[in-house]
C-alpha cells in the first residue's frame, strides 16, 4: 500500500531492508542525466515538493578536453532540477515511503538502492516499479536488525547468478529472517508464502546456497 495510503501512525517506522535494483528507464521519460556527456561517478538526488533536484559529478570526456594544456580528464558537478515524471521511477520510491539513491548509471541501467521497513513493501515496490521501466530485477538485499546502539546483525544477499524462481525464494527466505540466528521462520512456512511445497522450498534454498555459498549467510 502506498505510504499516502497509511495514517500518520505509520509514518515513523525502522526500515529492516536494504535493497539494490538494476532499472532501465522508460523510454518515454526525459531525465536529464542522459543528456550528459562523460562518465558519471557520483549521483545524488533531493526531492522537493513535484521538483527533481540532481547533482551529477562526471569526468569529461576526451573530446572535451581537447583545448586543456595536458589533455588531461577534469571533473565537474552538473546541476539540473525538473519535475517529476509519472512515469519516472523515482515517484514510485517515493509513494512506497523510499528514498531512491542512484549509485551508478552504465549503458541504459541504473543501480538504484534504498531501504524499506518489510518484505510486503518491497514486493509491492518491485510490482510497481515494473509498470513504469523497461526492465526491473533485484541485484542486492540486506536484511538489517538492530541489537544495540553500536552493533547490527546483517545478512546480505546478492542475487546476479539466481534464476528468478530462486531469487524469489532467497528474498523471501531473507526478508522473513530464515538466516537470523535464532531463524524466524521455517522452511514449512516460507513453502507456504509462496504456494509450493516444502520440498520444493528446500530444493530452491539448497541451489541457492550452493550458489552463494554458506558463508554468505551469518
Given at each position: ?9 505509520q ?96 549503458e ?12 510486503e ?54 526478508a522473513a ?42
Open positions: 500500500m502506498p505510504a499516502d495510503e497509511a495514517n500518520s501512525e509514518t515513523v517506522r525502522a526500515h529492516r531492508l536494504y535493497a539494490e535494483f538494476e532499472i532501465v528507464p522508460s523510454a518515454d521519460v526525459d531525465c536529464p542525466i542522459d543528456e550528459l556527456d562523460g562518465e558519471i561517478t557520483n549521483i545524488n538526488q533531493q526531492f522537493i515538493g513535484e521538483d527533481c533536484h540532481t547533482d551529477t559529478t562526471l569526468t569529461a570526456d576526451e573530446a572535451d578536453t581537447s583545448d586543456e594544456a595536458d589533455g588531461s580528464e577534469h571533473t565537474g558537478i552538473v546541476h539540473s532540477k525538473t519535475q517529476l515524471d509519472a512515469m519516472c521511477h523515482c515517484p514510485v520510491f517515493l509513494d512506497y515511503d523510499c528514498i531512491p539513491q542512484t549509485t551508478a548509471f552504465n541504459g541501467h541504473l543501480i538504484v538502492e534504498t531501504y524499506l521497513p518489510d518484505r513493501r518491497l514486493t509491492e515496490l518491485i510490482d510497481a516499479l515494473k509498470a513504469v521501466t523497461g526492465g526491473v530485477s533485484l541485484r542486492r538485499l540486506t536484511r538489517i536488525d538492530e541489537t544495540d546502539t553500536e552493533q547490527s546483525n546483517k545478512v546480505t544477499l546478492e542475487l546476479y547468478d539466481l534464476t528468478d524462481k530462486q531469487r524469489e525464494a532467497a528474498t523471501r527466505a531473507v529472517g530464515y538466516y537470523q540466528s535464532p531463524r524466524e521462520t521455517t522452511v514449512g512456512e516460507l513453502a507456504a508464502d509462496l504456494g509450493i511445497s516444502k520440498s520444493a522450498m528446500s530444493q530452491r534454498l539448497n541451489a541457492v546456497e550452493s550458489k552463494l555459498a554458506v558463508s554468505a549467510f551469518r
